[in-house]
């Protein structure tokens, strides 16, 4: 058992903190995994997926477990849809890409999503009006507390907007190690209608669009305003986009004419996170090393060497004249450790 001492996380999470884990394994076999979970002389332990949902903020004195379980294969196939299974490690832009390269519809408004398969359905990611939990089936999961496999059907998954029971009555209590997608091979369904999709495939000068090319015109939004963490440390939306009553949002719009709102549902609306933060002054705020993304007011950016708790605080200031200034509470999305 490889187990190791006193490293550097700096590379194993996006927005590049240097913390150190006072014990680390990477895990590449399933079977391996459950044996460290036997181990009895690491109670705590933290697992590790791409790393792109959390700020660290302190050393770890826990045992890391990174998930680096890889594969990707297909269950089963008719003429109409093809069932296909990827392990937790792969990373998920990868396995979109794989899925558009088998011509298999359903996940191409979420490309480039930072992070790993494994992880994605604990926060139900998504983007561009689709979510993981449209194409989602099922994910074979460890229990840390009895060792056992479960395998969790998406009606057990409880999904909501960046949610899921792992992250409610299930949280810390398994290890995702696959995920199985049902995915289309013929008459895709598209999803082209979200604003910056529509305007990019014009641009593109595409009139009758592929999965590729709206893969290809998310690319090419996200890399117009989204930092890539390779060059900028960031975690993506650092915040989720608040959901209010209709009442509190009339009231704003008296103060605040142009403040946008998505329906939710009869009596409430989601507001984007990013235009309040933008409105308190905060978009492409810089401190130090550290700071709000220039082109996207949701993302806390590391510019080199910040420490977790700067960006920590950085984001409470946030949160806290967003209250002032809104009456609104902004949640983070990222895990703070
Ligand atoms: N806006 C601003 N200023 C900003 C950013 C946004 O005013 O700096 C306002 C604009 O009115 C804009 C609206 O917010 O029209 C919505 O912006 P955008 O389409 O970029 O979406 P978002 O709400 O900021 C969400 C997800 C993203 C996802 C996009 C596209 C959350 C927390 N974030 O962002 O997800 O890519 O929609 O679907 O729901 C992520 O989770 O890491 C992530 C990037």
Known sequence: MHIEHNISLKSFNTFGIDVKAKHFVSISNIE?????????????????????????????????????????????????????????????????????????????NMSLIPGNVGTAPIQNIGAYGVELKDLFVSCETLSLEYKTFETFNKADCNFGYRNSIFKQKAKGKYIITSVTFKLSKRNHKLFTKYGAITSQLEVMRIKHPSIQNISQAVIAIRESKLPNPKDIGNSGSFFKNPVISKAQYSLLEKSFQNIPCYPVSDDTVKVPAGWLIETAGFKGKRLGNYGVHKNQALVLVNYGNAKGSDILNLSKLIQKTIKRLFNIFIEAEVNIL
Do not use: R
Not at 34 to 39: E, G, Q, R, T
């Open 32 to 108: 391996y995994l459950k044996k460290v979970l036997l181990l009895k002389d690491y109670p705590d332990k933290l697992i590790l997926g791409g790393g792109s949902n959390m700020l660290l903020t302190k050393n770890q004195d826990s045992l890391v477990i990174h998930i680096n379980l890889k594969g990707i294969s297909i269950i089963s196939e008719d003429e109409d849809f093809a069932i296909v299974k990827a392990n937790a490690g792969e990373n998920w832009h990868e396995f979109v890409l794989w899925c558009l390269n088998n011509n298999f519809g359903g996940l191409e």
